[in-house]
């Protein structure tokens, strides 16, 4: 029975987290000696793009009533093409609203937040997160179904191509109890929760006018920008930049932190990260446990000088 | 209007997390609890719109006696009164079914939720809830007006957030921006008073179906020892990045 996956697209162009899940279900479908079937909402990008990473047949689902997300109205279009017994969903915010419901609709388990190709199929057991990056959970399926959510940038994006085939399928969903009233979506900002690269900052920045520095240094580096809580909470940046343990959980391949402290609740949300470097003028700050490279010394000197050093590196 | 929000009692966000000599389980030792932290945005939305539209709170918790000084903490921050289901919380799906049976006997017009657990990060219960008693769910939940018979809530996307309009009854699960962080109610004495004589219903599980199963933990490794770069070598810190880490 093939391994169905839910490739999310964002205004009809595929997302990473899409892809990272289509890897991660061509893995599930080899040890099972299966194939993968990927299911999109109306896409406007190639299927060429998912047979890259071993998707053998996309179902394309046409329907002007999904134009606009509803997670119940998403979660039933999925539950009318896919008729596998594991299902792989990306962890991103819709991915993870549409898969509890559709886990009730099948009458499947649900695991969340998997880190790890399966260590079993049958039964089905992974790694996952939990608490909040500060532990993993060896979790068991015990339903003859299941659906996982995989992490963002954990099991990475694997190339593999497939030959593959396209079936359109057009549905009338039903969706009388959502309506969208607006949708405001900056374009061409990088996801955070997608981003190879962060570039980070605290409070040791001292005000908003500072991020001018931050926002060149990621630009730089072709990164997105974060947070922690404070800077939030005092509007310096937006909700949608706090990470940690109350916000954005992330896994970059790079975490540039500078003037944070590095408390426990932000370490929660950004230890799963490849390579971190603390930048922070007190040589005491918790962060320099937990870095991989650090610096002391004043971010309003480091970062402008970094910048022009990495530049001149990037050529 | 009736209000129902689920709260799960959690590690306070201090805690080391450590587990048992067997990784089996989570070592409860030395924990201190609270409510989760966002569960608290919808709780304390939840009392705003208990004094602006004279709703009624319910605050609903699936676990043992163990959790019911969090549950006191809710009702002391303002809830009308509690549910605690008396089991102890062992996977998603059994504890949205205990909510639904809730829900469902109570008739309630909103069901509040916080996005996800700080402590096994499921992120499931309220999407299932929602699922079982099919009604719409909004997640991710920025923020939240009452109109009638309809909510505007507000939800977080990828670079963005988006309105939308549900109709009642509907299941949101909130986070931090729900409210903003300094509303957030810390009970006084008189609400710590009144919480004791607040009702707090104990009923029995319906016993439903654990399907998931936590079979054993691991801590997170430790990281090899920080390599300090001085602020005058940063070209030795681009030479580690770009040779060493490979990740510029
Ligand atoms: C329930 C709860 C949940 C929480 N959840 C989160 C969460 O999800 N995410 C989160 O981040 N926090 C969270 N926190 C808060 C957390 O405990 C810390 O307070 C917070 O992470 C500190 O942020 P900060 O490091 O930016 O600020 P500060 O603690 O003020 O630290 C600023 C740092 O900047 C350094 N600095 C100052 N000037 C300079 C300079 N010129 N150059 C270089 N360095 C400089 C200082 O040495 C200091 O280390 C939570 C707290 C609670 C109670």
Not at chain 1, 58 to 63: H, L, R, T
Not at chain 2, 140 to 157: H, K, P, Q, S, Y
């Amino acid at each position: 029975m093939a391994v169905f996956v839910y490739a999310e697209n964002i205004n009809g162009v595929y997302k990473k987290a899409a892809f990272e899940a289509v890897s991660y279900a061509k893995a599930v479908a080899d040890k099972l000696g299966e194939t993968v079937t990927a299911i999109s909402v109306n896409p406007t990008d190639s299927s060429d793009l998912l047979y890259k990473y071993g998707a053998e047949k996309v179902i394309s689902i046409k329907d002007e009533g999904l134009k606009n997300f509803s997670a119940k109205a998403y979660a039933q279009a999925v539950n009318e093409v896919a008729d596998g017994n594991i299902l792989v969903f990306p962890h991103t915010t819709d991915a993870s609203s549409i898969a509890p419901m559709l886990v009730i609709m099948k009458n499947y388990s649900l695991i969340t937040n998997v880190l790890e190709a399966p260590e079993s199929i049958t039964p089905f057991q992974v790694k996952r997160r939990a608490f909040s990056g500060k532990g993993f959970m060896h979790a068991k399926a015990d339903a003859a179904g299941v659906i996982v959510t995989v992490s963002q940038n954990a099991f990475g994006v694997k190339e593999n191509s497939v030959a593959g085939t396209e079936e359109v399928k057009n549905l009338t969903v039903v969706n009388e109890d959502t309506k969208v009233l607006s949708h405001e979506q900056s374009s061409g900002k990088l996801d955070l929760k997608e981003a190879e690269v962060v570039v980070s900052a605290g409070r040791g920045m001292k005000g908003p006018e500072n991020w001018v520095m931050i926002e060149d240094l990621a630009n730089t580096l072709g990164a997105a920008t974060a947070c922690s809580k404070p800077v939030s909470d005092i509007g310096w940046r937006p909700h949608s930049e706090h990470v940690g343990q109350t916000g954005k959980a992330i896994a970059p391949n790079l975490y540039i932190a500078i003037g944070i402290s590095g408390a426990i609740q932000h370490l929660a949300g950004v230890n799963s990260s490849k390579t971190i470097v603390v930048i922070n003028s007190d040589p005491e700050a918790p962060f320099f446990k937990s870095a991989d490279y650090g610096v002391v010394g004043d971010a309003f000197q480091i970062i402008p000088a970094l910048n022009q050093k990495i530049k001149a590196l990037k050529g | 209007m009736k209000i129902l929000v689920c709260i799960s009692s959690v590690p306070d966000t201090t805690s080391k997390i450590n587990f048992t000599a067997d990784k089996s389980a989570f070592d409860k030792n030395g924990i201190q609890w609270v409510i989760n932290p966002l569960d608290e945005f919808s709780l304390t939305k939840a009392v705003k719109l208990q004094e602006s539209l004279g709703a009624t709170v319910t605050v609903a918790n699936v676990g043992d006696a163990a959790t019911e000084p969090v549950i006191r903490k809710a009702l002391a921050i303002g809830a009308t009164d509690a549910i605690r289901v008396n089991t102890e919380a062992k996977d998603s799906f059994s504890v949205a079914t205990e909510i639904a049976n809730i829900a469902r006997n109570g008739g309630y017009d909103l069901i509040l939720c916080g996005k996800e657990s700080i402590d096994y990060n499921g992120g499931a219960v309220p999407g299932m809830v929602a699922q079982l008693l099919n009604h719409p769910f909004v997640n991710a939940c920025v923020g939240l007006e009452v109109n009638g018979t309809e909510v505007t809530a507000v939800r977080e996307i990828e670079g963005g957030k988006e309105t939308i309009s549900v109709k009642l009854p509907a299941v949101i699960a909130g986070q931090k921006g729900m409210v903003d962080e300094k509303d957030l109610i810390i009970p006084n004495m008189r609400g710590i008073m009144s919480a004791r004589t607040k009702p707090l219903h104990i009923q029995e599980p319906a016993g439903s179906e654990v399907k998931v199963q936590g079979v054993s933990y691991d801590s997170v490794p430790a990281r090899a020892a920080v390599k300090m770069v001085t602020p005058d070598n940063l070209d030795e810190l681009v030479r580690l990045l770009h040779e060493e880490a490979k990740v510029i």
